[in-house]
């Protein structure tokens, strides 16, 4: 017996602040891409892109990789502190409700 569409389960979608900031690599490959479909703007396949990206991503240099590793961890750092006080608010609400019900 088939279940219906409405039956079934679907897993919850995260947000971006479930999952975390972007890294180095992710960093890197938004530029990467933009300037691959410009030269080579015929490529429809991601894959493609992916592969030639993330090879170029293995064999730079850590040099190369600086720039995309220090805008990663600011912007790591500032999802960290966003994090925190959104953390300590949560704390403070839960200890309040607490507070309430007693």
């Known amino acids: 017996m088939k279940k219906k569409a409405a ?5 919850a979608k ?7 900031p ?5 960093d890197f490959m938004e530029e990467f ?3 691959f479909k410009e030269k080579n703007y015929n490529n ?5 892109v992916g592969k030639t990206g993330g090879d170029k991503w293995k064999i730079s240099s850590e040099a190369k990789k600086a720039p995309n590793v220090a805008k990663a961890n600011k ?3 500032e ?5 925190n006080a959104y953390n300590k608010k949560q ?10 019900l007693k």
């Open 7 to 11: 039956e079934k389960a679907k897993p």
């Open 14 to 20: 995260r947000s971006q602040a479930a999952k975390g």
């Open 22 to 26: 972007p890294s180095a690599f992710f």
């Open 33 to 35: 891409r933009k300037t």
């Open 44 to 48: 429809k396949s991601v894959y493609v």
């Open 75 to 77: 912007i790591k750092s």
């Open 79 to 83: 999802y960290n502190s966003k994090m």
């Open 91 to 100: 704390v403070n609400t839960i200890a309040i409700y607490v507070e309430i």
